[in-house]
């Protein structure tokens, strides 16, 4: 018997509909399970009427093949300086918490490291006792970067973990070294400026996924000139490091946090601005508030043609500012990942003097050796 779909004009199957998107079938089929997506099931597959898909193939971005360019480059730098299978990254995972999420992402940590030609030492070990190991692998020649997945004590103390790990080997870039430079505009460790500063990964992630998406110049200090751009979050860790690399390359940042907005700029004192001011002035819009208490952003209070990028597990936009957003982009992930991969490299880079090229790392000393699955 023939199956009738409910609407009339053309259906496309879950590749299909992902190609056009340019999304995984994954991330479709998910959509359309959670019912994000209109669609009709026909036994194990979902179909997808044609308006659906063409909203989606111009309003949505996948970051998955702007973060497989990053990391086609850093391979071929790996490659072409003769760092393959050279440079080790201590991943360090709480052995008190057995957090599901930080295997996940432990899990394509691995996956890329291994596509790039880094070696990742995963370990787990006693919450009390990561400090300790992170001030030993600070001191080990064959280490040349770590990589904590937090949260561990989701207090201050993840914090002091943060700040415990050498800057030169913080390929996270979130320690107060790294965020210092940043907030001081400094794009370089040394005088001669041979060396360049890194960057939180995250925020970096976001930075280059905007810059890509409305086709702008990467120019240091001129990328965003002239943007009006507001973001709901001023974590230290994502949402204030973002403010100051968007105002530091010209933009005027309206960062808000939960007591209110500022307004941010290369020059001259911040002044408050209502949510209602920001959003009515912005070409661009970040949110990343963790809270499903949060007022959502609505279609109103945008322009058209706004592009919206959401980082936070929690959606904050409403179907209403996706659908007149010029482009919406649902995640960041993968590029955070493809940054902080590049750091390793840059990092290493800067300090390969420090390094024992013919030692290789002892991670059992670090902790309990995790295995993930191929």
Excluded at 323 to 347: D, Q
């Amino acid at each position: 018997m023939p199956v009738t779909f409910p609407i009339i004009g053309p259906w496309y199957s879950t590749e299909e509909a992902a190609n056009i998107m340019k999304l995984s079938p994954g991330h479709v089929s998910r959509q359309c399970r959670l019912g994000k997506l209109e669609c009709t099931k026909v036994g194990d597959s979902y179909w997808l009427p044609e308006r659906v898909v063409k909203r989606l193939h111009y309003r949505e971005f996948n970051p998955d093949e702007l973060a497989h360019i990053y990391r086609r480059e850093q391979q071929i730098a790996v490659e072409r300086n003769g760092y393959k299978n050279k440079l080790n990254i201590l991943g360090i995972l709480s052995l008190d918490t057995g957090d599901q999420a930080s295997m996940v992402y432990a899990s394509t940590l691995q996956k890329f490291c291994d596509f790039i030609g880094f070696k990742l030492g995963l370990i787990q070990t006693d919450s009390n006792k990561i400090e300790k190991k992170i001030q030993q692998a600070n001191e080990d020649p064959s280490i040349h970067g770590i990589f904590v997945f937090y949260p561990i004590f989701n207090d201050a103390r993840d914090k002091k973990i943060k700040e415990s790990i050498s800057h030169s080997k913080d390929i996270e870039g979130l320690s107060s070294f790294w965020s210092k430079k940043l907030y001081a505009d400094e794009r370089y460790v040394d005088e001669a400026k041979k060396k360049k500063a890194i960057l939180p990964c995250t925020s970096l992630g976001i930075l280059k996924t905007l810059a890509y998406v409305d086709h702008l110049d990467e120019r240091a200090g001129q990328t965003f000139a002239g943007k009006k751009i507001t973001i709901f979050n001023r974590s230290d860790v994502v949402g204030l490091p973002l403010a100051y690399m968007l105002k530091n390359d010209g933009a005027t940042v309206y960062s808000f946090d939960i007591d209110g907005g500022v307004v941010m700029r290369k020059h001259g004192e911040k002044t408050p601005i209502t949510r209602k001011e920001a959003l009515s002035q912005s070409e661009i819009i970040v949110t990343g508030v963790p809270s499903r208490a949060f007022e959502k952003v609505r279609g109103e209070e945008i322009k058209e043609n706004t592009t919206c990028l959401n980082f936070s597990f929690v959606q904050n936009f409403e179907d209403s500012a996706k659908e007149k957003a010029g482009i919406y982009i649902p995640r960041v992930g993968p590029m955070t990942i493809g940054m902080c991969l590049r750091n390793v490299v840059r990092l290493y880079e800067n300090n390969k003097s420090n390094y024992d090229q013919n030692r290789k790392p002892d991670w059992e000393k670090y902790g309990k050796v995790v295995t993930l699955a191929t």
